[in-house]
């Protein structure tokens, strides 16, 4: 996959731990797919599993989703820490990354349960009350599909005031 790369230098986030960082504290991402020529883009809630260095998200068995990562596994996400306009100087204050990867829908039991573990421990405080009213045995995610976001790149930017 072809890397870009910040035309202005200043703003760029080089280091991998301030990368790291931000993908840690954001709780969605945009993503897009595309099939064949028909784009198509959705903002989701995530978990980062840093071992693995991929997010893991939650999804309905059926939908565009699904069918266009069953067409192409080819993606790109943007999260963004959004700190707001700066009112009279015609800017805005800002953290963003463009991470490019692939997309798998994830078919293992042991998996799917590490996903949906990592998932709901980077949103929730306390995860337990889910998993106690959703997942009353292992056939309950079966109702669920994971996905799993390989990240091959990420560049950052930022604009800080």
């Excluded at 999804?59 to 069918?67: F, H, L, P, R, V």
């Excluded at 596994?73 to 009112?87: F, P, R, V, W």
């Excluded at 405080?125 to 009353?136: G, H, S, T, V, Y």
Aim: glycine share 6%.
């Amino acid at each position: 996959m072809e890397q870009y790369h910040p035309k202005r230098k200043r703003n760029e986030i080089i280091g991998e731990d301030e990368k790291k960082a931000l993908i840690a504290r954001g709780t969605y991402i945009t993503i897009a797919l595309c099939d064949d020529k028909v784009p198509y883009v959705v903002t989701m809630s995530y978990g980062y599993d840093r071992e693995r260095s991929c997010l893991y998200f939650h999804c309905a068995n059926k939908g565009d989703k699904i069918d266009f990562i069953q067409r192409n596994q080819n993606a790109c996400g943007t999260i963004i820490k959004d700190n707001g306009y700066l009112e009279t100087k015609c800017d805005h204050d800002y953290e963003s990354l463009v991470i490019r990867g692939k997309m798998h829908i994830v078919n293992g039991l042991d998996e799917k349960k590490h996903g949906l573990q990592i998932l709901l421990n980077h949103l929730e405080k306390d995860p337990k009350p889910i998993f106690e009213r959703n997942i009353k045995s292992d056939k309950s995610y079966d109702s669920v599909t994971i996905l799993r976001f390989d990240m091959e790149s990420i560049i950052g930017k930022k604009h800080i005031d």
